[in-house]
């Protein structure tokens, strides 16, 4: 075997392992219906001009409360608007939305996480105690809290979010940084005075990362029922914009005379949070070889 060919070689484990991580990931039924439903929300997102048959904001106060028929497939809301025209243009808000705050825990809690695993010590034990008092807050409470601090909109309602849920990931990337911190590879690269840096950018993180991955997808689902939560509270998206949250809370006020109104918003939040939920429990027993796919 030449020098040349030991690349390709010890690269080989590595790809065969991907390779069956991807064909547990296609054999689950989780994955490819969530998979399936969440490309649906996010075609009816991007489309949402070309889709819906109304703007999500002109109002008709002559046609209010309207049952489903075949002008309006799912009805009208208290001042006329087309309900099925504002759950599509509240797809992308909801979504972007819940993005937005899942970056902003990964941006904060995976750098947190690496530094208080790597670092250890003192520095660990003030940032560990400093995880767990976060956590052992209510999440709405805690987000309800910082958006009365920053002011009342979806983006300061998402930041919030982010904040709250940065100790999840931190806590995760910790454990994990303390797995990896103790290979041969880890403490090779140290004893030959690699810059700490780069053993965590170059050696930790790629090796701690699968894990993350799987909290992420559920933390989406977190994500997008807090940002319905804050928005039916009147925390998040302000009217006019749409937004599935606000949407309900506009429809809890009618569930007496129009109980149908409850229906799309509040379906709508279940299945989307319960498919990024089930993605990432498939994408834990793809990545978990003890598991076998039942």
């Known amino acids: 075997m030449t020098v040349q060919e030991l690349p390709s070689?010890?690269?080989e484990p590595a790809v065969a392992e991907k390779s069956r991580v991807w064909k547990r990931l296609a054999a689950s039924w989780r994955a490819r219906i969530s998979a399936a439903y969440i490309l649906l929300v996010l075609v009816l997102s991007v489309g949402a001009p070309l889709i819906a048959p109304y703007s999500p904001i002109e109002q008709n106060l002559a046609n209010v409360l309207s049952p489903p028929d075949g002008i309006h497939i799912l009805g009208t809301d208290d001042i006329g608007r087309d309900v099925f025209s504002r759950l599509i243009y509240a797809a992308?808000?909801?979504?972007?939305?819940?993005?937005?705050?899942?970056?902003?825990?990964?941006?904060?809690?995976?750098?947190l996480g690496l530094l208080l695993g790597y670092a250890g010590g003192i520095v660990d034990e003030i940032g560990s105690r400093i995880i767990d008092t976060l956590m052992s807050f209510p999440g709405i409470v805690l987000a309800i809290g910082v958006t009365g601090v920053l002011g009342i909109g979806v983006i300061n309602a998402m930041i919030a979010v982010g904040i709250i849920f940065s100790p999840i990931l931190?806590?995760?990337?910790?454990?994990?940084?303390?797995?990896?911190?103790?290979?041969a590879y880890v403490t090779a690269a140290e004893g030959f005075g690699v810059n700490p840096l780069r053993i965590v950018v170059r050696h930790i993180l790629p090796n701690a990362v699968q894990p993350l991955i799987v909290q992420i997808a559920f933390l989406m689902a977190m994500a997008l029922l807090a940002e319905a939560s804050l928005s039916f509270l009147g925390l998040g998206v302000q009217p006019p914009f749409p937004s599935w949250g606000g949407m309900l809370a506009k429809a809890y006020g009618y569930m007496e005379i129009a109980p149908e109104q409850t229906y799309p918003a509040g379906l709508a939040i279940l299945f989307t949070s319960l498919a990024f939920s089930q993605l990432g429990e498939a994408l834990r027993r793809a990545l978990d070889v003890t598991l076998i796919e039942r």
């Open 9 to 11: 070689t010890v690269a």
């Open 92 to 111: 992308p808000v909801s979504l972007s939305a819940s993005l937005l705050a899942v970056v902003i825990a990964v941006v904060i809690g995976v750098p």
């Open 170 to 183: 931190a806590r995760l990337t910790r454990a994990q940084t303390m797995v990896v911190r103790k290979a």
